[in-house]
């Protein structure tokens, strides 16, 4: 990882320009639900909702895996929906993570992975 | 009553909790599973409304079914939550993956999500790809 940090509007203009397909992009606070920075190609997509039930995904994930004790760290979270592939990709310490959702026809887990892994590690 | 020796954890064996018709097809399902990868950690089918396990897999004790099987039930509800309040801009859920260092978590909802089979595989013995396939064929 390199140690450059990176704002979250930098990193959300970043993931804009590698990927102008996507359908929406968001750097999201844990502690509130809040989107720190954030776009949308979609018109009628409410960003402060998605994050808000994004963060509840990434903590109702993380207290299922913690259960289980197993002293690994969770490197992303998918979530495959008819025609969309959504993202969620944790910083380094917890305490952010980056949104990503694509259209499956235009992009495909990997490209979407590669991208969000990229950015996760300087995100700050 | 708690008594340990009856909830100890029966090891590389199928078990299934009750003799009804979800059960038979949960057991079809996870034995399906375990044809297609034989080394798979943990496999289990839990009803989503109540969170208890219909029939599961477990190759140890650090991967007891009983211990998420609410938690992820809960996770599934905030999904349908989110879905319903428009959050996504998208169709229904289809799969939920975890990526963890060496291993892979997999979710997938059956029966217009009334059940979910819940998958754990080392990423030595498969890769993503695999297992949403093998999911998909199983549950389906």
Request: proline fraction near 4%.
């Amino acid at each position: 990882m390199s140690a450059v940090t990176v704002s979250p509007k930098q990193t959300v203009k970043d993931i804009m320009a590698e990927l102008p397909t996507l359908l929406a992009v968001a750097v999201v606070e844990v502690e509130t639900g809040m989107p720190l920075a954030s776009h949308a190609n979609i018109a009628d997509f409410d960003i402060e909702t998605a994050a808000a039930y994004n963060t509840e995904v990434v903590k109702a994930k993380l207290k299922a895996i913690k259960a289980l004790n197993l002293n690994q760290t969770v490197q992303d979270i998918l979530l495959t929906l008819t025609d969309q592939l959504h993202l969620l990709k944790l910083s380094p310490n917890g305490d952010k993570f980056i949104y990503l959702a694509v259209n499956s026809r235009d992009t495909n887990l990997a490209q979407a992975r590669q991208i969000v892994k990229m950015h996760s590690g300087s995100l700050n | 009553m708690n008594l340990p020796f009856f909830n100890r954890l029966p090891l590389r064996k199928l078990t299934v909790a009750t003799d009804d018709e979800m059960a038979k097809r949960s057991k079809e399902v996870i034995e399906g599973l375990l044809r297609d990868l034989p080394d798979l950690l943990m496999a289990c089918v839990v009803n989503t409304q109540s969170g208890r396990v219909v029939a599961s897999y477990t190759v140890s004790n650090a991967y007891n079914p009983n211990q998420i099987s609410l938690r992820n039930a809960k996770l599934l509800r905030i999904m349908d939550e989110a879905l319903a309040a428009k959050a996504w801009a998208g169709g229904p859920l289809t799969d939920i993956s975890v990526i963890l260092e060496d291993q892979l978590h997999h979710l997938r909802p059956m029966h217009n999500g009334k059940w979910y089979c819940f998958l754990a595989v080392h990423t030595a013995d498969a890769n993503l790809g695999i297992a949403k396939e093998i999911m998909r064929r199983h549950t389906s």
